[in-house]
């Protein structure tokens, strides 16, 4: 079955730092990938998507890359500041259906 | 641009009462809705998607009789818990998408729903 991998325990990091975070996958060729900020009792709110013929992406301080080699999408935040600290979620699509599949989520914290 | 908004942010019932959340989208039109739970450090599942003016499609194990969406408008999606019990209580988030490419969505801000 289609499975979405991301960390469960939360990374710390300190402010200015660079943050990553991983989005594994397994038994699923997406068409696309996006990530996501979700904030606690919040709903998601969207970040950046990258197709699967792209391998790097870019906004501002954030950068998405993905692997479909690999089948891993790396999710960085340079510059990282303590509004930045939230979960995020990546997300799956394509392969027959246009509706993302949702990961757990990782949770970043970055510490002044 | 591209807000959506659902009401109410956090209900509570009694076990066997109704409860309805609505979702709107504000500032364009949405061709098709879609609703979510989210439990505690899980992920979002999706339960329906509905089109405007057409019945929702279900995701498996949902049950429709209980869920119960209702796609009004290009713009208004409501779903109702029916004879709501303790484990229904979730986190419901809508969201909803502007075209036809459904990875285009914009989420909502939630509803929390305690039934206690």
């Known amino acids: 079955s289609q499975k979405i991998e991301q960390n469960s325990e939360a990374l710390n990091i300190q402010e200015g730092k660079t943050a990553t975070l991983t989005c594994n996958y397994t038994?699923?060729?997406?068409?696309?990938l996006q990530w996501y900020r979700q904030d606690p009792g919040r709903g998601p709110v969207f970040l950046l998507l990258?197709?699967?013929?792209?391998k790097e992406k870019r906004k501002e301080r954030l950068k998405v890359t993905f692997d479909t080699t690999l089948k891993q999408s790396l999710f960085h935040i340079t510059a990282s500041q303590p509004a930045d600290s939230a979960t995020y979620l990546c997300?799956?699509?394509?392969?027959?259906?246009?509706?993302?599949?949702f990961g757990r989520g990782t949770s970043l914290i970055v510490h002044p | 641009g591209a807000v959506v908004s659902q009401h109410p942010s956090r209900v509570i019932c009694k076990s066997g009462t109704s409860v309805k959340i609505e979702c709107r989208s504000l500032?364009?039109?949405?061709?098709?809705m879609f609703w979510y739970r989210q439990f505690p450090k899980q992920s979002l599942m999706l339960m329906a998607t509905?089109?405007?003016?057409?019945?929702?499609?279900?995701e498996q194990g949902v049950e429709k009789d209980k869920f119960l969406i209702n796609h009004a408008s290009l713009t208004l999606s409501t779903l109702t818990v029916t004879s709501a019990h303790p484990e229904d209580s979730s986190f419901y988030i809508c969201?909803?998408?502007?075209?036809?490419?459904?990875?285009?969505?914009?989420f909502g801000p939630g509803t929390r729903l305690t039934v206690t």
């Open positions: 969201s909803a998408a502007p075209g036809l490419y459904q990875h285009e969505q914009y």
């Open positions: 038994n699923y060729s997406p068409a696309y």
């Open positions: 990258i197709r699967e013929n792209e």
């Open positions: 997300a799956l699509g394509g392969g027959g259906s246009y509706i993302p599949t």
């Open positions: 500032d364009f039109q949405a061709t098709t």
């Open positions: 509905s089109n405007e003016g057409s019945k929702a499609t279900y």
